[in-house]
């Protein structure tokens, strides 16, 4: 039997009740839920590289590829682009890209903490900027399926 979405379930009888339990997770392979699934999955990766591409531009380059910005630069300059800046640096720093100090910012307490690319920003660009097909729900095709 399947529901709406097209999720596959087992009915099973409880004293003349019906009782629906899901045996599968995430949306049927192409139905309208894994396009939009896929759609929301690039979106963010565009935004992890734009905000990714802003530190490397906006801070101060290292020989290897990778920078540095504080937050307060940062925030004011990626702002103004989108309102979003704190959580796409969670997304970024979830998938090893970046790294800070504390579990999330604040402007004007942090302004001063810096903002690291763990990456070279070619890598970072290579990995993120291709047009490729994700699992709905992983939006980064090189984390560890275990975190």
């Known amino acids: 039997m399947a529901t709406e979405d097209g999720e596959l ?10 009782t629906v339990v899901k045996l599968r997770t995430g949306p049927v392979a192409g139905s309208k839920s894994e396009r939009r699934g896929k759609n929301a999955a690039r979106h963010i990766n565009a935004e992890v590289v734009l905000l990714c591409d802003m530190i490397y531009q906006e801070g101060h380059q290292y020989d290897n590829g990778t920078a ?27 998938y090893g890209l970046l790294d800070f100090e504390g579990e999330i910012l604040f402007q004007g307490r942090d302004d001063d903490v810096p903002i690291f690319l763990l990456k070279p920003i070619k890598e970072i660009r290579e990995e993120l900027g291709k047009d490729q097909e994700f699992e709905v729900g992983v939006c980064h095709n090189k984390m560890d399926p275990d975190s």
């Open 9 to 18: 379930v087992e009915v099973l009888g409880v004293e003349g009740l019906e």
């Open 68 to 94: 540095v910005i504080s937050f307060g630069d940062l925030f004011q300059i990626y702002t103004r682009i989108s309102n979003k800046v704190v959580g796409i640096l969670l997304r970024a720093r979830k």
